[in-house]
């Protein structure tokens, strides 16, 4: 307990750079009394609408709710969806918005209705090819201000095309050059662009679907964990396993497993931006991989028992820590 206290006044101090796929998460709320005659379908009677960052930008929001320093690289569009997404990352706390590259494709907007505290439906509006050679200059650029003046890089991809592996590997290499851990939290099957990062955070899906292996078993994780580990060179492996908790895994060192800290699971939404925020900021504030990703597992614990995009402050955090190891 007496650690993971003394990180936790340490993560405000830290100053994090985030390259990725930046969204934003538009909610809809309201009722449902009744179903649609024109179709077995209910009908959602709208009481208001709410805006917050996703993706890339709802990591940028975690960190910015723990009181550290954010500075968020992304590509965004010129539209309507990119001034209300600069809005709710200023309202998030997150107020710089240099590295948010303008480029020639909608920003990508997640919208979700919600009655009565359940998720009745989602509907995308993205563009998910590759980013052209510009704006990846433009990012790496961007990244090149910025990466000697912070602690810890984290590159949050959902597949929308930002993260190419250029971008990824000029970033990774970056941050080796002045010693930076790089935390990567992944999607696609190509890991190879994530080579030489500090640590991988794929879900139990995510490393099924990349390694091909079905996952029924820790002796199929552990074959499953071998393969990216080869492809990876170097980086540290953490699979979270839903209701089973976390698995880190490194070249020449035994398996750790943590059971989850959920006690009500209400929206898994965001949870995974929540853990790559906290296990970067518990790195870059000195704490060795098994603490950060403890004190990792609490806070994914906690943001589960929320609706929608969310994240966890200090204070729940210390709360959770004194809830768990008090005597």
């Keep these: 307990m ?3 206290t003394a990180t936790l006044a340490k993560l405000s101090q830290q100053r994090v750079l985030i390259v990725g796929d930046v969204m934003l998460d538009e909610y809809i709320w309201g009722d449902v009394t009744r179903i649609s005659p024109e179709a077995p379908v209910p009908i959602v009677n709208v009481r208001s609408r709410s805006y917050r960052p996703g993706g890339a930008s709802n990591v940028a929001a975690s960190i910015a709710a723990l009181n550290a320093e954010v500075l968020l690289g992304g590509v965004i569009g010129d539209d309507l969806a990119a001034q209300q997404l600069k809005l709710a990352l200023e309202q998030a706390g997150v107020g710089e918005s240099s590295g948010l590259i303008k480029a020639q494709r909608p920003t990508t907007l997640k919208t979700r209705i919600i009655a009565h505290n359940q998720q009745m439906l989602r509907y995308d509006s993205e563009v998910n090819t590759t980013l052209d050679a510009a704006s990846e200059t433009a990012l790496c650029a961007w990244v090149d201000k910025q990466i000697a003046n912070c602690q810890v890089c984290i590159l949050s991809d959902y597949a929308k095309g930002v993260l190419t592996e250029r971008v990824c590997q000029h970033v990774i290499q970056q941050a080796r050059r002045y010693n930076i851990p790089v935390v990567v939290d992944p999607k696609g099957i190509n890991y190879q662009r994530y080579a030489q990062a500090s640590v991988i955070t794929p879900n139990l899906q995510e490393t099924q679907v990349v390694t091909g292996l079905s996952l029924h078993s820790l002796e199929q994780l552990q074959r499953a964990a071998d393969h990216l ?5 170097g980086a540290a492996l953490i699979i979270t396993r839903s209701a089973d908790g976390m698995a880190l895994y490194r070249n020449q060192h035994a398996p750790v497993f943590l059971p989850t800290h959920a006690r009500n699971v209400y929206d898994v939404t965001g949870a995974g931006d929540t853990v790559v925020a906290i296990l970067a900021l518990a790195l870059a504030s000195g704490s060795s991989l098994e603490q950060a990703m403890q004190l990792a597992n609490i806070a994914a614990g906690i943001v589960v028992g929320k609706v929608g995009t969310a ?17």
């Design 311 to 327: 994240t966890v402050d200090l204070a729940e955090l210390s709360q959770a820590i004194t809830s768990l190891y008090s005597v």
């Design 2 to 4: 007496h650690e993971l």
């Design 229 to 233: 580990l080869d492809l990876l060179q």
